[in-house]
């Protein structure tokens, strides 16, 4: 099931046959108070449904999925507005940049796509934060699933511990985002989640485990797609606490600092490894339980 990589020097185009099934922009242009970095949009599934949002009215900073982090000590790579303990969100002009670098390797062969890049991030005031090598890889398993691998190892640059954690970790009740963030469709509100102990919604927010699916139903057509996270049991923390929403906007993000903050001394470096399988239709929990198991297997793949 060969791809197609195209790469026009802003974006990666990943395609099957006719159909674009991912683009990943390296060289966004967003304005600082989105914290440009790069990006995973649109994600589609195989029937050609798109599965992903981009810059949606209510948070112009969340786009498809990307590696997003609100509380990177004094520094915000999420976009927007900052949370601070006893002051709520205060737009501190501390919105900084994850900045493509190059691609280390960047090859599309029978197997699937492969990509390898290096980033610098930089704070709002021009600084060298941290540096940030990830790898992704993406494969299609059968007509109706395919998998993006996503893994990531950033390094304190700096000469201070940067305390990693995010509004909860700042005193916000089950706020805990950052790390790899997806945002779904406005058709796919009120969707249903899946976990190892069966489905819900909202009240899901918290949850630990090794994975977590949505399914969600699209506009015009009689159809539904589900997306299936997997967090690598070595990441911090794991098995991780996922951050879900159904209500008012879909969103799904295996947060690793959800209420537990983590120190970053001078040249330490932390490493993140994540997969999602898009999957045509409804898999139920027991579907998403076996897609996540060959997702985890494509993630190890993922060197």
């Given at each position: 099931m060969t791809l197609q990589l195209d790469d026009d020097g802003t974006a990666l185009s990943i395609t099957k046959a006719d159909l674009e099934i991912l683009?990943?922009?390296?060289?966004?242009?967003?304005?600082?108070?989105?914290?440009?970095?790069?990006?995973?949009?649109?994600?589609?599934?195989?029937?050609?449904?798109?599965?992903?949002?981009?810059?949606?009215?209510?948070?112009?900073?969340h786009k498809g999925i990307a590696l997003s982090l609100p509380n990177a000590g004094p520094e915000n790579f999420w976009g927007g507005r900052t949370f601070r303990r006893d002051l709520g969100y205060v737009d501190e002009k501390n919105d900084g940049a994850m900045v493509h670098r190059e691609?280390?390797?960047?090859?599309?062969?029978?197997?699937g796509v492969k990509a390898?890049?290096?980033?610098?991030?930089?704070?709002?005031?021009?600084?060298?934060?941290?540096?940030?090598?990830?790898?992704?890889?993406?494969?299609?398993?059968?007509?109706d699933t395919w998998v993006l691998s996503f893994s990531t190892a950033f390094t304190n640059d700096t000469e201070d511990t940067v305390v990693m954690g995010s509004p909860t970790t700042e005193g916000r009740d089950n706020a805990g985002y950052g790390g790899f963030f997806w945002r779904g469709p406005r058709s796919f509100t009120e969707g249903r989640v899946y976990t190892a102990d069966g489905e819900g919604g909202d009240e899901l927010m918290g949850v630990r485990g090794d994975w977590m699916a949505f399914r969600g139903a699209h506009d015009s057509v009689d159809a539904a797609s589900t997306l299936v996270f997997t967090d690598h049991p070595e990441n911090p923390g794991a098995p991780v606490k996922w951050f879900v929403r159904s209500t008012p906007f879909a969103a799904v993000c295996p947060a690793p600092f959800f209420d537990t903050?983590?120190?970053?001394?001078?040249?330490?470096?932390?490493?993140?490894?994540?997969?999602?399988?898009?999957?045509?239709?409804?898999?139920?929990?027991?579907?998403?339980?076996?897609?996540?198991?060959?997702a985890a297997a494509e993630l190890a793949k993922l060197a």
């Open positions: 683009r990943y922009v390296y060289r966004p242009d967003n304005a600082q108070f989105e914290s440009p970095r790069p990006y995973f949009e649109p994600l589609r599934d195989l029937a050609g449904r798109q599965v992903s949002l981009y810059r949606p009215h209510d948070h112009v900073w691609f280390t390797e960047l090859a599309a062969t029978e197997d390898v890049e290096r980033l610098d991030w930089i704070t709002e005031d021009g600084r060298h934060f941290f540096s940030e090598t990830r790898a992704f890889a993406i494969t299609v398993l059968s007509d903050e983590l120190p970053m001394a001078p040249g330490d470096t932390v490493t993140l490894r994540h997969a999602v399988a898009i999957v045509n239709g409804d898999t139920g929990v027991d579907g998403a339980a076996k897609t996540a198991g060959l």
